[in-house]
């Protein structure tokens, strides 16, 4: 699912850190797969995965 379809100003607290949680697992993956020189399926994944995390935590900072 791509972060453009998830509105985070419509989620609650709890479903922005759940969803930040598994796209920080999802980072942690590909950042492993790069380590032990796997080629990930797309090579800009990454970077578009610590984009999503950088959205959600401004989110989750207006909530505040």
């Given at each position: 699912?791509?972060?453009?379809?998830?509105?985070?100003?419509?989620?609650?607290?709890?479903?922005?850190?759940?969803?930040?949680?598994?796209?920080r697992?999802?980072?942690?993956?590909?950042?492993?797969?790069t380590?032990?020189?796997?080629?990930?399926?797309?090579?800009?994944?990454?970077?578009?995965?610590?984009?999503?995390?950088?959205?959600?935590?401004?989110?989750?900072?207006?909530?505040?």
């Amino acid at each position: 699912m791509k972060m453009k379809d998830i509105d985070p100003t419509k989620m609650s607290k709890e479903e922005l850190q759940a969803k930040m949680l598994e796209l920080r697992k999802e980072l942690i993956k590909l950042n492993a797969q790069t380590a032990t020189g796997t080629a990930p399926k797309n090579p800009r994944q990454i970077k578009t995965t610590k984009k999503n995390i950088a959205r959600l935590m401004t989110a989750l900072k207006a909530k505040e």
